[in-house]
Each structure stands twice: as C-alpha cells, then as structure tokens.
C-alpha cells in the first residue's frame, strides 16, 4: 500500500515548527552546529503535533471534510464522532470484527486501528460511498438479492471486504471469499449467504439447498 | 488510549531522535494500538516511521533476498516470486490474521510485536511482564502458552514470520544507536527466553530496518494449527526450509512458533536431518528431537502432539512434487 | 375463526428484506449511530476487583478534565461489588478522548476482599468464599421424579454413565448494549439498542420514577440481542442521568470489553447423566444432577430476561422413570440473561451425547434409537425425511471405525421449542392515505429477525398491493403497543395483528369507497374516493392464525483431524417445522444464523475467567472466538411446511440441535467422547489419549 504524503501537514508545519524545537528537537536546537536554514527543513518534514487538537482534512466518498483532532482519534472515531458518516461500524474498536471497515484507495483497513491523521492523503470509501446517485452497487445488489444481511450491523464491513475482493479478483473462488472476509465476525450468521452474495456479483451462478416439504 | 504528540520521520536519524524521549515507532499500528487501547505502554510521542526512505522494498540478489521491515504482510503474501521461491513465507503470511491487517501489518510490526497472553494484555492484571510479581498462566489458564522457557514466564512467541525466517536463516538488520546490527531470529528473541519483561532483544530505540534470506535453502513449508480455520493465533506453527541435493536433505532447519518464547529450534535435529532423505520416519524422529524437553503445564499439554504432527507434515511438505 | 389466504403470492414465498438498501447504504441509524444535537459521548467506569466494598468515589479529578460535563456515580454511598466489571461511575463528556481521560481520573477508594470465586466446581465447595454473605453459594438441588429410578436400572439391558458440560457463552451481539438518552423538561427520550422497546421504557420510568408516558423509546435500527437486551441495563439509567445532569443527550454504547463481563451470558452446565434401556432400545431410566452458573444471580440485576441454570431434562425424550436433581451455584461474575433458546442447547446437547453413547452401547444406529424414543411425530417425520436428504444410511458407520489420520463422521440431534402463539395484546395501526399509500405502526422492534419485512409481505398480501407499496415503521413506544421480542413470538404476534389490520381497513374502506373489492388493482381508486382524509385503522392480535411449539432435528458432517485435535464442520442440515411460513428468505436465514450460533457454542465459544484474579480472561473477539466464514460449512434446509398450523416463531428452535448434533459427530468420527464444549482441538486429543501428563517445572 502506498503511504501518500499527508497534504496538509505543510500547512501547519510553521507553528509546530517552534513547537518542536521546544520539545523534542530540543538537542538540536541547543547544540547550534548546523545552520538554521537546515534545522528549518528539518522540522519542517519531521513537525511534531498534538497532543492537543490539530486540522485535519479526509477524502472521504469524493468529499473533503475538514476536522480538528487530537491525533489519538482513530479513522473510526472521526468518521462516527466527528461527522455524520456513521456507516462504518464500531464493534469491537481492537481490529477483530471488521464491523469498521473502509477503504483506502482499494484496499480495506480497520479504520478503528488507523489514526485520522494517517488517513490523510487517501481516497477513503466508505458504506455510504458505494451506490452512486442512489443506485445499488453489484455487490449491494447480491447481498440484497441473498439476503446477506440480518440486523445489519456487520453488512457495512463486510461490504468493503467484498467490494476490495472483486476489484482486485473479479472471478474469486469460494476460498477467496473466505479469505478475504475472514476479517470480519456476523454473530447474526449471515456467513453462507455473504459468500453466495460475493459470488454472485462476481457473476457465479449459486443455487439455494433449501427444501420446501409439505408435511400434509 | 491517553494524549500523545505524532510526528513522521522522513530519515532514520531522525526516527531515533525523536523516539528517544518517551517515544513510540509507529508502522502499521496492530499492535501498538492494542497496547496503547489497553493502557499496557505510554507513549507521549508516537514516530509515523512509514515514511522512512527505502524499507518498503523487496529486492533480491544472487545468494540472498532483502525484505525491507516496512513491505507489508499482504505485499509478501501477494508477491509472486516470493511465493515461487519462499513458499513457506508465502504460506506464513497469508495464515496472518486478516486482509485488513495484513494490508498494513508491516515485516517489521510483526516481528517486533509484543506477548498475547491473556495476561499480559488484560489491563487489569499485573503479571511478571508488567513489572508484577507472579505469571499468572504458570499456575492458571495457560492453554495458550509455552512448553519451553528459559524463565519465569511463559509467554510465547506468536509472530509466524519468525518462526519462518529462523527456518530460512534470515538475518534481520537493526539499527541500533546509529549502527547496523544483525541479528539472527535466535538473536532477536533471546531476551524473551531470558527476561520475563522482555518481547525480544530489541533496545528502546531500536529499529528492524530489513530482513535478508539467503537463498540456500530452496525448498520451504509452513503450517499452523489454531482452534479456528482463519483469523486466529496459531497454537503451534511450524515452519521448515531446506536444500535438497539428490533426494538428500541439505542445511535444513525447522522452528516452531507459539510454543516457546523464542522461534524453537534444536540444534540435534537439524544436524539429524542433514543429508537425510525424507520420509515418514526421518520426520518422526526429529519431531522428537525437537520436542524431547518440553514441559507441558496444566492446559497446554495438547500442544506436543499437536507440534509433532505438524513438524512431521512440514516436513514432508518440503518433499514438494521432487 | 380467522384463516390466512389458501393461495397466497407473497406470503410463504420470498420478498426481499425491505429494510436491506438503508441497511447496505449506510443510512440506516442505529442506536449507537444516534447524533442528537449538542450530543455528548458516555462512558462507565467498572470495578477491577471481582469483590470489593467500595468506600468512596472521587469524582472531581474527572469533573476537571476539559470536555467533561457529567460525571455520576452508579450507586450511591458504600456499596458491595461481586463480580469484575460491576458499574461504579459513569461519565459524559464531549469526547470519546476526554471520556477516557475521566475514568482514569476517578478515585474509587474500596476495601478489596481477596476471598471471592469464579470457579462453579469450586463455589459448591463447602469451604468457598461466598457470593452472597448469607445465603449458600448453592441453595439445595431441586428434585423432579416420576417412577422409581432405582428400581428400574437393575432391569436395564444397556446404562451409560456421562458428564457432560458447557461453557459460560456470552451474546456478544455486534452492536454492543446502550442508549443515546435525552432527559429534558418534557421527559425522556432513548434511542435504545432494545429487543423490547416497552421494557425499556417501564425500566427507565420505574428507575427515574417518571411516569411511562414520560418516557418514550425509539429503535430504529439494532445490532443483535439474543436475550441479552431486553431492559434498559446499568448502563441505559446512568446515560439518563447523565443527560440530565450534563442538560444534553449523551450517547452511552458499552464497550466490546464491558459486554463481556456485565450485561449477560448463557449459563454454564455440568450434567451428570445415567440413563438405562432395555435391549429393544426403549429408554428406561433417567437419572441426572445438573448445576450450572448464572453468575452473581440470574436475573439479579439483569433487567428483564434473567434466568437460572436450570435446563429441561431428559429433554425431549418421555422415559418412564426419571430422577432430576438441579441447582444453580452462584460465582463472583456478571448473571446470567436470556440467550437465544435458554435452557435448550445444553439440554440438548448433553441428552444427545446420552443418547449417542448409549446407543453405542446397544450396539444400535443412534438414529434408530431416536425413532424409538423420540414422542413427537413432527420429529419422527422430520428425522426421515432428513435421513435420506442427508445419505444417512450410506454414510453411517460405527463410532471410530473411519478410517485414517483425518476421520469423518456424522450426527444428529433433536429440538423443540415451546415459544407461544404469540402476545395476545400485540396492537397495531394504519394510516390509509387518499393517494394509496399506507402506512404500518407497530410497537415492536425489528432485531435483524425479518419483522418489518414480515409485515410487508403479511399486509401486501391481505391487501393485493406489493410489499415495496407498505411502508413499516417499527420500534417506537409511541406506536400501538407490541411485545418484546424474545422466546421466537415476534412473527406469530404481528402476523395475525397484522392480519386484523388488514381485514378491518378492507371492511371499512368498502364502506367508505362503496366498492365491493377494494384489493390489488382497486385499491388506488378506493382510496381516492377517502376525499381528503385518511383512514386510521387499528387491529389487534387475533387467534387461530399462530400457533406454538415447533420441532426441529439436525445432521452434521464433521472431519477431526486425529493429530493435530481440529474439527471441520463440513455439512449441516437442518429440518424444521415452521407452520405457515411468511417469508422464506429471512426464515432461511434465521435458521442459518441459529445453526452457526449452535456452532459456535459446539466448537469456540467460551468465557474463561481466572481464578487467581477473578477477571475475564476473554472480554474481546480475539480469544472469545466466534464463528467466521472460513468455519461455516454448507447448510442445507428442509422446511416442513404446515401452513394449517399458522403462524411459528423460528429464531430459536434452530440453535438449539447444532451443538448436540456435531458432538456426536465427532463422537462418530473418533469413537470417543469429547464430553465438554466447546469441542477445542486440545479436548479432541486429550480424548484420543495422546495428551501427555503436565509437568510442572
């Protein structure tokens, strides 16, 4: 995965410039060998912030939402806490359910276990970024035709496991699917039905095994 | 988690400056947020160290491969040749935890990751790790723990990387006050054997900067066991690579993972499988080579027979289709 | 009396969940999604000892911590803690951070008690600690008897004697428990995390003493229950009291940590089981001591739903002499609450692995034994027609004799459920409006189960519309009343109020259109002739279109890897009964989930505390292993359909044979019981003998 500069930290730099110099660049700063032009570029590609809150900027579904954040506050805490979008789930906010899934660019994280501040600089999706204009993704689709989903707390996570699979395996085996959502816990049970909904927006064919026997 | 300062450290040297007060490297952040969430380490400065210059790269030369420590778990289990040369790394990797965490896992994070016990990262027990007085699994639930340690706890070893590169040889390079140390898996373990406090040797400051492989051994296998089919700790893994040279066994070596707090390897048994030709017996002996001192406790006894399968199948896995 | 329609077109077919777009787009807001403005995050401070009398709680470091604006206590005074977890504090704040901050900054000064139990063998020692200071940890078994057991195995041609136990399970719904609260002049609001959207309501007006007009719930959307959500929690009182006290709603969601240790679990078992037949295989006597833990109490501070340790035995089988001896024994840790199907899955589970062991013993096909015993003619038929779907006779062999390192094997388990025809108080109503559109209101609560779509596809097909043309709100105290949903009555209690809604809006819209038939393609132009007002219509549960007592049976197909102890679960089929089915979509699913959750409690499942400390070792996703998609196998389901019998609750009927049938299973696979669950790799070859004695070094 890449690691995109986060583009605002320029902006603030100058201030945790002096910052930093008080603090943690403090041996360089007292020791005066180098010259201050280099110190100056120094810190300004290694500014330290926070604790206290800092600006920061997320891409998120095509948006740019502009924040102030401690840099403790994870990806999940600034998307349910500190905006509206609160598709992605809290279930366990230990990266083991998968309840909070996103993506960055293509490729699925736990936003509980991802700063905010790291998350700068990507394309985040989240559950709400997928159907444009209304519209049901495939994948939304087949989880809606499969009935992938019961109280629909995981669905969100699970979406975007699914989602990043197909983008980067169109035509996935069952064990693909597996693999790829075995990060994230249904205690509903909907398992069988989310792999047949993976496949089936992958364009595989999968067949009920119910039976209907009239007792009488 | 408590308040903390964040910085990203665009050189090593700057890395080691700023992490040099109450600091933290942050990588992928797996485990350094279950520790921070719990309140098991503090940190007033956390390092963002992803954007250190040349240690996300996968290289490779005539007689060794580099993996740098910032190359993510999934890039390994994605990487084509890796998976063609070090198909026991390949096979390590994808056993790791979760898509989501393997795409930001590093190299790096994993080996330098800190103990599972259910001890250690309760928030409300003080064990040995934690500066306490007494390991609470040696006496209690230790289903999960080791069945060897050179002390009083008994926490093992989980990173299934480790285990793998210590059957590969690797070396892993550190930096270590401004000096490229090497280090072999034995080596980067050693002070969890020895002291209770420690996860591996590394020094407060100290940084896996990359692995090197050497490509001698050309056959490699990994398995693991764990209760579930995915998304779970192994309780034992294996791992086992070799050169085969006219049907013979050259320089093998296996290590086992989750069962000691060092990647377990005997010596006797990778001298007893060199030049051997492979098969069921051969396998047998040296799983019990390998697991001749272990010393089970109350819950955790189920991993000796579990370990001498799964070192016998690794082995034969080695076999490959030659 | 009322019938359903005889050739329905949606009822008994599949229309998809109706609230599956907001569900899958985001929209949807549950109750932890709630942001109401000024909204402030809440956190509870818990106890870190497993017995402690607290003395005194500072609160005023926390009060100092910027953001905070409510901090209270969660008891006033000196007070007793008996399990690690129990509530002390609690705090709101306008951060999660500043939240954090303010529980480490309270002081709980306590005097620790060292003597306290987490261990049910070790609570019914004489010499244990106490829960409770003056009551036994164990109050004298109760004894259930018919006939003369003692007199009747001397005669038995065939006895087996087993222990068989369970686990401590916890609900771990995805959502964890909580509110978002707002307490202001004009009463209180809660968006709740509910199965019960009334007890909710009567919990907080009786804990705030407000009248239960003065308090209104809303659940638009949940994440799981499974019994454990049934009142307003700990946790749903302090959230008010901290919006009063902050003068702001405050969102208090438990932690996934906090779920563990307070709000809920399955109690444990240790069933120690004889039970004796003559040589036909008929059951003779039955004779067992059961106790098991709910914790502190069942039921204790529970909030609704509590329960003992008790299960039904000898289940589902009628043996003519019985001796039930059973007790609950109370441990230093959070009680017990409903859970999906209580009493039940142990039952089975521990009945079944008997019944296996004994028919080994008779030398007998266990699936031939059960037709001999079984006394319900469902199951009989549920067990042949499940028999040949699933190749029974071909794949049978005798226990062990699987050839190999990796064996297979298979099983089979029985389960019924009383559940009940449904809450005859069950309300409902309607708003017809003159453009067609019409609009459900019931005070039930949709736990992921189907309801709204159930009523959907109930109300379309009594109407002649499609389902997508019904508009369902739910959960909301402000709508007719409806019972909490629990005990598989939540379709049995809407379907027939929403039949009587029906009837009476198509009675009294012939009178007001003077159409004759006002259904289907009608429906528009009799609706336009309501003029400008709408018609409100109310309807109430009605008898003779639900019924109660379901029946279902199981097989599985288990792999046990002989060497390394692991268990793959490869098929499981599940036979059930369901009366009349309203939508088989979601019924398919509801059986799905009840077999994945009896998986579960099968194989991973398991609350382990320590002894030493008293903590949950576990309170987390990565050690409380659940069921992922890599574990389940493929399920296949025959419906018995009896639309005759009406209307029957499904959710828990379906978790409850799994566990009994994949133990057998393994039983099967490897000749040797694996008497406890869950079934873990380490039991497998302890069972095998391949476990070597500890060392202690």
Not at chain 3, 159 to 168: D, H, L, Q, S
Request: aromatic share 6%.
């Amino acid at each position: 995965m890449n690691n995109p500069e986060p583009e605002n930290f320029g902006a603030h730099s100058r201030r945790t410039f002096f910052k930093s110099l008080g603090t943690v660049a403090a041996t360089a700063a007292t020791a005066q060998v180098r010259s201050v032009a280099a110190e100056l570029e120094k810190a300004n590609a290694e500014s330290v912030i926070g604790p206290g809150a800092v600006p920061v900027t997320l891409k998120v579904n095509g948006e740019k939402l502009k924040l102030t954040l401690e840099p403790r506050v994870t990806l999940l805490d600034a998307l349910r806490n500190y905006s509206s979008l609160t598709g992605a789930k809290e279930g366990c906010d230990r990266a083991t359910c998968g309840a909070c899934t996103v993506l960055l660019g293509d490729t699925p994280v736990y936003a509980c276990q991802k700063l905010a501040i790291e998350a700068q600089g990507y394309e985040i999706t989240t559950v709400e970024g997928l159907a444009k204009k209304g519209n049901l993704t495939k994948v939304q689709q087949a989880f809606l035709q499969k009935d992938a989903l019961m109280c629909g707390y995981c669905t969100p996570g699970f979406l975007m496991s699914v989602t990043a699979l197909l983008r980067k395996n169109p035509k996935p085996t069952a064990d693909d699917v597996k693999h790829a959502c075995a990060g994230n816990i249904c205690r509903c049970g909907t398992h069988p039905r989310i792999l047949q909904a993976a496949l089936s927006a992958a364009g595989v064919a999968t067949a009920s095994k119910t039976e209907v026997v009239n007792y009488v | 988690m408590k308040a903390f300062q964040y910085a990203t450290a665009h050189s090593t040297d700057s890395a080691r400056e700023l992490v040099a007060g109450n600091g933290l490297y942050l990588a992928g952040g797996n485990d350094l947020f279950g520790l921070l969430k719990e309140y098991l380490v503090g940190a007033d400065l956390l390092v963002n160290i992803k954007s250190l210059p040349g240690l996300n790269k996968v290289e490779h030369g005539k007689t060794f491969w580099t993996i740098g420590s910032l190359v993510t778990v999934a890039e390994i289990e994605d990487h084509a040749e890796i998976k063609k040369v070090f198909p026991g790394l390949h096979d390590a990797a994808a056993e790791i935890a979760s898509q989501q965490i393997r795409n930001v896992a590093t190299v790096g994070g994993n080996l330098a990751q800190h103990s599972r016990c259910w001890y250690f990262r309760h928030r409300d027990t003080q064990c040995l790790k934690k500066h306490g007085d007494l390991c609470y699994a040696r006496d209690g639930e230790n289903r999960y723990h080791s069945l060897f340690t050179g002390n009083s706890c008994i926490s093992p070893v989980v990173s299934s990387l480790a285990t793998t590169f210590a059957a590969l040889d690797a070396t892993a390079i550190v930096l270590r006050d401004g000096q490229e140390t090497r280090m072999s898996m034995a080596e980067l373990y050693h002070g969890a054997w020895e002291n209770p406090l420690a996860h591996n040797s590394l020094d407060k400051g100290d940084l896996i900067l990359r692995v090197e492989i050497p490509t001698t051994r050309t056959r490699s296998a990994y398995l693991q066991v764990s209760d579930k089919h995915a998304f779970d700790w192994a309780l034992v893994s294996c791992a086992a690579a070799a050169a085969v040279v006219d049907g013979k066994l050259k320089s093998p070596r296996v290590a086992l993972g989750s069962i000691s707090p060092v990647p377990h390897q005997v010596e006797a048994a990778n001298s007893f499988l060199d030049g051997k030709v492979l098969d069921d017996a051969t396998a047998t002996q040296a799983a019990d080579l390998i697991l001749k001192d272990a010393k089970p406790l109350e819950h955790n006894a189920y991993k000796v027979p579990m370990a001498h399968a799964i070192i016998r199948r690794t082995l034969l896995k080695l076999k490959g289709d030659a | 009396m009322s019938s359903w329609p005889a050739e329905p077109k949606y009822i008994s077919h599949s229309t998809a969940r109706v609230d599956a777009p907001a569900k899958l787009t985001g929209s949807a807001r549950y109750s932890s999604d709630i942001q109401e403005k000024g909204w402030l995050y809440g956190m509870i401070l818990r106890s870190k000892w497993p017995s402690a009398k607290v003395t005194a709680v500072n609160l005023d470091k926390a009060r100092a911590i910027p953001g905070i604006k409510a901090v209270v206590v969660a008891r006033e005074a000196e007070f007793n803690v008996r399990y690690y977890g129990e509530e002390i504090a609690a705090v709101a704040g306008t951060s999660k951070q500043a939240c954090l901050d303010a529980l480490r900054a309270i002081e709980v000064k306590a005097e620790v008690r060292h003597e306290f139990v987490v261990n049910e063998t070790e609570a019914l020692k004489a010499d244990s600690p106490r829960v409770w200071d003056n009551a036994p940890n164990a109050p004298t078994p109760h004894v259930h008897e018919n006939g003369n057991v003692d007199t009747a195995f001397p005669g038995c041609a065939a006895v087996i004697e087993g222990f068989y136990t369970t686990a401590v399970q916890v609900h771990n719904p995805m959502e964890t428990h909580g509110n978002t609260v707002s307490w202001t002049d004009e009463g209180v609001t809660a968006w709740a995390s509910t199965q019960g959207i009334t007890s909710v309501r009567d919990g907080l007006a009786g804990a705030l003493q407000l009248d239960h007009s003065k308090v209104r719930v809303i659940t638009d959307f949940m994440g799981g229950g499974f019994g454990a959500k049934f009142g307003p929690g700990v946790e749903g009182v302090l959230a008010a009291k901290l919006s009063k006290a902050a003068g702001a709603p405050v969102r208090l969601m438990l932690t996934r940590f906090d779920e563990a240790l307070a709000v809920g679990n399955r109690p444990s078992s240790f069933q120690k089981i004889k039970i004796g037949a003559s040589a036909d295989g008929l059951l003779q006597a039955f004779d067992a001591e059961n106790y098991g833990t709910a914790g502190i109490g069942g039921g204790a501070d529970a909030g609704g739903g509590g329960g003992g340790a008790d299960i039904p035995m000898p289940y589902i089988y009628k043996v003519p002499n019985t001796r039930v001896k059973q007790s609950a024994v109370a441990i230093n840790a959070g009680s017990a609450r409903a859970f999906r199907a209580p009493g039940h899955p142990p039952a089975s589970y521990g009945m079944e692995s008997a019944m296996d062991d004994l028919a080994a013993k008779l030398a007998m096909d266990p699936l031939e034994l059960r037709l001999k015993n079984d006394p319900s003619e469902i199951r009989q038929r549920e067990y042949k027609l499940g028999a040949e779907k699933f190749g029974w006779k071909q794949k049978y062999q005798k226990p062990g004799s699987s050839p190999g390192v990796v064996k297979t094997g298979i099983g089979c388990a029985g389960a019924a459920w009383g559940g009940s025809r449904g809450d005859r108080n069950t309300q409902g109503d309607a708003t017809i409006n003159p453009d067609g559109s019409i609009e459900f209101r019931l005070g039930v609560q949709d736990l992921g189960t189907g309801t709204k779509t159930v009523i959907a596809v109930v109300a379309a097909e009594m109407l002649g519309l499609k389902p997508e043309q019904i508009t369902v709100r739910v959960g909301d105290t402000n709508f007719p009343y409806g019972p909490g949903s629990g005990g598989s009555t939540t379709c049995p209690s809407v379907s027939p109020t929403v039949f009587d809604i029906c009837t009476k809006a198509l009675e009294q819209l012939q009178t007001q259109s003077g159409m004759a038939d006002v259904r289907g393609e009608n429906w528009f132009a009799a609706c336009k002739k309501l003029g400008v007002s709408p018609l409100v219509v109310h309807g109430k549960w009605q008898p003779g279109l639900s019924t109660d007592h379901a029946c279902g049976v199981q097989f599985a197909e288990v792999e046990v890897d002989t060497e390394t102890g692991l268990v793959t679960v490869k098929k499981i089929l599940g036979v059930h009964d369901c009366g009349l089915i309203i939508n088989q979509i979601t019924l398919e699913s509801q059986i799905n989930g009840g077999i994945i959750s009896g998986m579960g409690y099968a194989l991973y499942e398991e609350r382990v505390m320590d002894d030493l400390s008293g903590v949950v070792l576990n309170p987390n996703f990565e050690t409380y292993k659940l069921p992922g998609i890599a574990d389940v196998p493929d399920i296949e389901i025959v419906l018995i359909n009896m639309p005759e019998r009406g209307v029957i609750g499904i959710g828990e009927p379906a978790t409850v044979a799994t566990a009994g049938a994949i133990a057998n299973a393994v039983f099967n696979a490897i000749g040797v019981r694996v008497s406890s669950l869950p079934i873990t790799p380490a039991k497998i070859l302890a069972a095998l003998g391949k476990v070597p004695p500890p060392v202690h070094a």
